[in-house]
């Protein structure tokens, strides 16, 4: 069975920090990988979506990675704002005929004062 | 003005009542999911369905039931069996073909009196 674990569970840090935050998984056979963010009591925002064949996926301040040899992936936010304060969770698609079931990490409350 | 739409945002649940999500896309998407969210915990899946009249179990699919007559549309109802149903509901779509991201609604609170 999938498993998704994200570390840290909460990170705070000043505004203008370069930040990483990781996701790991436990089986790499695995069709993609998106990452999402999640305000207060809302739904959740497509970040980035890496396709098991890629490696990385940028947008904006936002560069994703992907090693799927070792079940990991990180995000990385250039010149953090307070903006950028919200939940981050990570979430796997399984490759074969498990169509659309994602599995997510428990999430990233990042935090980030001015 | 294209979107996912979710109602109500707030719903209560008296002991033994049974009580419905409603889940309205106008994306043309043709699969809904229906996520759990608890506090400090990732989403897990309820049900989820690719096709009209076609729906699937997901891992938590006990005490809860779905219908999928329209495309535009996938209801959720909690049932009196699920005995712990306060959480925040989500639902989602993509299209049938695998390489998009999933589009998430703005969800449903579920408090039990």
């Known amino acids: 069975k999938q498993e998704v674990t994200q570390i840290p569970a909460a990170l705070s840090v000043p505004e203008g920090e370069n930040l990483v935050l990781n996701c790991s998984f436990t089986d790499s056979a695995i069709y993609n990988l998106q990452w999402f963010r999640q305000d207060p009591g809302k739904g959740l925002t497509s970040l980035l979506l890496i396709q098991s064949s890629q490696r990385e996926q940028t947008s904006g301040r936002l560069n994703a990675s992907l090693d799927k040899s070792s079940g990991r992936s990180t995000l990385y936010i250039a010149a953090s704002q307070p903006g950028d304060s919200a939940t981050y969770l990570c979430?796997?698609?399984?490759?074969?005929?498990?169509?659309?079931?994602?599995?997510f990490g428990q999430g990233t409350i990042l935090t980030v004062h001015p | 003005d294209g979107g996912i739409t979710q109602s109500p945002k707030y719903l209560f649940r008296k002991e033994g009542q049974n009580v419905t999500l409603s889940c309205e896309q106008n994306?043309?998407?043709?699969?809904m999911y229906w996520y759990r969210q608890d506090p400090g915990q990732g989403l897990r899946l309820i049900y989820y369905s690719q096709i009209v009249n076609d729906f699937q179990k997901g891992d938590i699919a006990e005490g809860y039931s779905v219908s999928r007559e329209k495309k535009e549309s996938f209801p959720l109802t909690v049932t009196s069996a699920q005995k712990n149903p306060t959480a925040f509901y989500l639902c989602?779509?993509?299209?049938?073909?695998?390489?998009?991201?999933?589009?998430f609604g703005p969800g449903t609170r579920l408090l039990v009196l």
């Open positions: 989602a779509t993509n299209h049938f073909r695998g390489q998009e991201t999933q589009y």
């Open positions: 994306l043309n998407h043709d699969a």
């Open positions: 979430a796997v698609r399984p490759g074969g005929t498990s169509y659309g079931k994602l599995t």
